[in-house]
RNA sequence: GGGCCUAUAGCUCAGUCGGUAGAGCAACGGACUUUUAAUCCGUGGGUCGACGGUUCGAGCCCGUCUGGGCCCA
């Protein structure tokens, strides 16, 4: 039984895995391929669903086809067996093989050799059934590649956690997961013809940073071998796209990925897409505008209308303007107070307790201002609202509001209460940029790990002109996330998860 | 970081009061030329997440650890 092509069979394999093994090794004995280098194939199953829709009951066509598939039905009776073979984007079609076309030899391998999760190309004609079922009715059939391993139950979902960690089975068995996945590069479609529309220009910029910047994050750190020092994994690509804006690319945008070392649930992920673009004479206005069409444009392409049905069933309405509010009108109506961007930290930290807030005694006063937004408000944003003026402290990039004190010219995106968005009128003037980086720096000397580093390239930049711009950053999972109303993890096709324990 | 839930067959899950480990699908052997989660007859499959404790006896009770989920800060 042995052979070189065929190690011994553990049998300390669980029943199932020991007789999949069992056969592979078989057929090679039997000189049978189980992973052939090629196998006849003349169309898709979708080909075929749709050049003959509407076909009768019980007609026989005369085209001869190969077809391939992978096995998800398998139902052998004596002379006639049928299987339901699959492809990738999940259309099916029904395959028959009989005694009388294939011959007894055929068909007996056919029950013996072939497992549901088998992938084969079947040679032979296109049919309805008596049933009316579109078929292909074999002449002859060929293994395509054999499969190990069973496939969970087709009736029955997959846990969260297998899913997740065999999303190749996951793809396989559920319509979800394969929609989930089309529909990732569909909106990252729409997002770059959006943008294009608009004449932005799409850039690539490091990843792999020698500062860190452009967010209140902590990063991953990383070593260089060949140039000997620390590196780290951006968070943001904002300086470097700012970078690209002094340089003259009046509207530029990015699509790519970023790692923030913090933690993760159901809408963080510690590598995620964003999106992130500058627009020259913009502001956070004219940026505003932009991002709302691209979350509209992004609807439109995958639903088909600006409103869209989230997996429970529920629709959501992005159409329209959507709403405004101000945080620290928010703020205010949530203490009972009048709260602005110059009420006192120790006020604050009254209202908080009387909240009953945690409150972390590093809050910076505007920190502590956003927290006590989030805790008062955030329910408040499941339709999609901008909510408009933050504080000075917490915004180093930002400019100051043209009007109010304390506050920049800064919104934030909420949609089904999570941040989607956020968008600036970017702070252009380089003197009060080094002012608010060496605030940061010193927060960091002082143990914020979030805290941004002086990067004297980019103030450098920005000492040659920068001129005045709107800026936004959007992250793509979220975006998605608020199109399908599902878990950061089911937009992600590999989640980052722990490894199994053996 | 804190709280709650959870881990049993390939998959999805039951498992009562602590007393020989269960189902459906899947698998194996057999019958069946129109099945659609076929049906019928028969059969096999388990380190009950890991380690420790209590007990005559632990899937079940207790502790620690690990993985996963939910909620909170």
Same mark, same amino acid.
């Given at each position: 039984?042995?052979?070189?092509?065929?190690?011994?069979?553990?049998?300390?394999?669980?029943?199932?895995?020991?007789?999949?093994?069992?056969?592979?090794?078989?057929?090679?004995?039997?000189?049978?391929?189980?992973?052939?280098?090629?196998?006849?194939?003349?169309?898709?199953?979708?080909?075929?669903?749709?050049?003959?829709?509407?076909?009768? %009951?019980? #007609? +026989?066509?005369?085209? /001869?086809? $190969?077809?391939? !598939?992978?096995?998800?039905?398998?139902?052998?009776?004596? *002379? &006639?067996?049928?299987?339901?073979?699959?492809?990738?984007?999940?259309?099916?079609?029904?395959?028959?093989?009989?005694?009388?076309?294939?011959?007894?030899?055929?068909?007996?391998?056919?029950?013996?050799?072939?497992?549901?999760?088998?992938? %084969?190309? #079947? +040679?032979?004609?296109? /049919?309805? $059934?008596?049933? !009316?079922?579109?078929?292909?009715?074999?002449?002859?059939? *060929? &293994?395509?590649?054999?499969?190990?391993?069973?496939?969970?139950?087709?009736?029955?979902?997959?846990?969260?956690?297998?899913?997740?960690?065999?999303?190749?089975?996951?793809?396989?068995?559920?319509?979800?997961?394969?929609?989930?996945?089309?529909?990732?590069?569909?909106?990252?479609?729409?997002?770059?013809?959006?943008?294009?529309?608009?004449?932005?220009?799409?850039?690539?910029?490091?990843?792999?940073?020698?500062?860190?910047?452009?967010?209140?994050?902590?990063?991953?750190?990383?070593?260089?071998?060949?140039?000997?020092?620390?590196?780290?994994?951006?968070?943001?690509?904002?300086?470097?796209?700012?970078?690209?804006?002094?340089?003259?690319?009046?509207?530029?945008?990015?699509?790519?990925?970023?790692?923030?070392?913090?933690?993760?649930?159901?809408?963080?992920?510690?590598?995620?897409?964003?999106?992130?673009?500058?627009?020259?004479?913009?502001?956070?206005?004219?940026?505003?505008?932009?991002?709302?069409?691209?979350?509209?444009?992004?609807?439109?392409?995958?639903?088909?209308?600006?409103?869209?049905?989230?997996?429970?069933?529920?629709?959501?309405?992005?159409?329209?303007?959507?709403?405004?509010?101000?945080?620290?009108?928010?703020?205010?109506?949530?203490?009972?107070?009048?709260?602005?961007?110059?009420?006192?930290?120790?006020?604050?930290?009254?209202?908080?307790?009387?909240?009953?807030?945690?409150?972390?005694?590093?809050?910076?006063?505007?920190?502590?201002?956003?927290?006590?937004?989030?805790?008062?408000?955030?329910?408040?944003?499941?339709?999609?609202?901008?909510?408009?003026?933050?504080?000075?402290?917490?915004?180093?990039?930002?400019?100051?509001?043209?009007?109010?004190?304390?506050?920049?010219?800064?919104?934030?995106?909420?949609?089904?209460?999570?941040?989607?968005?956020?968008?600036?009128?970017?702070?252009?003037?380089?003197?009060?940029?080094?002012?608010?980086?060496?605030?940061?720096?010193?927060?960091?000397?002082?143990?914020?790990?979030?805290?941004?580093?002086?990067?004297?390239?980019?103030?450098?930049?920005?000492?040659?002109?920068?001129?005045?711009?709107?800026?936004?950053?959007?992250?793509?999972?979220?975006?998605?996330?608020?199109?399908?109303?599902?878990?950061?993890?089911?937009?992600?096709?590999?989640?980052?998860?722990?490894?199994?324990?053996?």
């Amino acid at each position: 039984m042995t052979t070189e092509n065929t190690p011994a069979v553990e049998d300390d394999l669980p029943e199932q895995l020991r007789i999949r093994r069992e056969k592979r090794a078989g057929m090679i004995e039997r000189g049978v391929e189980p992973y052939p280098v090629a196998v006849e194939r003349t169309k898709s199953l979708k080909d075929i669903r749709e050049k003959y829709t509407g076909l009768e %009951v019980d #007609v +026989t066509t005369g085209d /001869i086809e $190969s077809l391939t !598939g992978r096995i998800i039905f398998k139902r052998d009776t004596g *002379k &006639l067996c049928f299987a339901t073979l699959r492809e990738g984007d999940g259309t099916e079609l029904q395959a028959m093989l009989s005694l009388d076309k294939v011959g007894q030899e055929a068909l007996d391998a056919w029950k013996s050799d072939i497992d549901l999760g088998d992938i %084969v190309s #079947v +040679t032979g004609e296109i /049919i309805t $059934s008596k049933r !009316g079922e579109l078929s292909i009715l074999a002449h002859s059939w *060929k &293994l395509a590649s054999k499969s190990l391993r069973p496939l969970p139950n087709d009736h029955k979902p997959m846990s969260e956690e297998t899913r997740v960690r065999m999303r190749y089975v996951d793809l396989i068995v559920r319509p979800e997961a394969r929609v989930a996945a089309r529909m990732r590069p569909q909106v990252m479609r729409s997002l770059r013809d959006t943008f294009n529309n608009f004449d932005f220009i799409e850039v690539e910029t490091p990843m792999l940073q020698v500062m860190h910047g452009g967010a209140a994050a902590r990063p991953f750190k990383t070593f260089s071998n060949a140039y000997d020092m620390d590196l780290y994994m951006r968070i943001a690509p904002e300086l470097f796209l700012k970078r690209c804006v002094v340089g003259g690319i009046e509207r530029v945008f990015e699509i790519n990925r970023n790692f923030r070392n913090e933690g993760a649930d159901s809408s963080h992920s510690p590598e995620f897409a964003m999106v992130e673009s500058y627009m020259s004479y913009g502001d956070w206005r004219s940026i505003a505008d932009v991002t709302r069409t691209l979350i509209q444009n992004a609807a439109m392409a995958v639903a088909g209308s600006h409103v869209v049905t989230h997996a429970d069933g529920s629709q959501k309405d992005l159409s329209g303007s959507w709403k405004e509010i101000s945080l620290y009108d928010a703020i205010s109506e949530g203490v009972g107070e009048t709260v602005t961007a110059l009420t006192p930290h120790a006020d604050l930290k009254k209202y908080a307790e009387k909240l009953g807030m945690k409150i972390d005694p590093k809050w910076v006063t505007g920190k502590l201002a956003e927290e006590i937004f989030e805790h008062v408000a955030s329910d408040q944003l499941i339709e999609p609202t901008f909510v408009m003026g933050y504080p000075v402290d917490t915004s180093p990039l930002v400019r100051a509001h043209r009007e109010i004190p304390g506050v920049v010219e800064k919104w934030d995106l909420y949609v089904d209460g999570f941040e989607l968005a956020t968008g600036y009128s970017e702070l252009i003037d380089p003197v009060i940029q080094r002012d608010r980086l060496v605030e940061q720096a010193q927060l960091g000397a002082k143990g914020d790990l979030e805290a941004m580093q002086v990067d004297e390239d980019f103030l450098r930049a920005m000492e040659f002109g920068m001129p005045p711009m709107g800026g936004m950053g959007m992250g793509v999972d979220r975006l998605l996330m608020a199109l399908t109303g599902l878990g950061i993890r089911e937009t992600i096709l590999f989640p980052l998860v722990k490894p199994e324990v053996e």
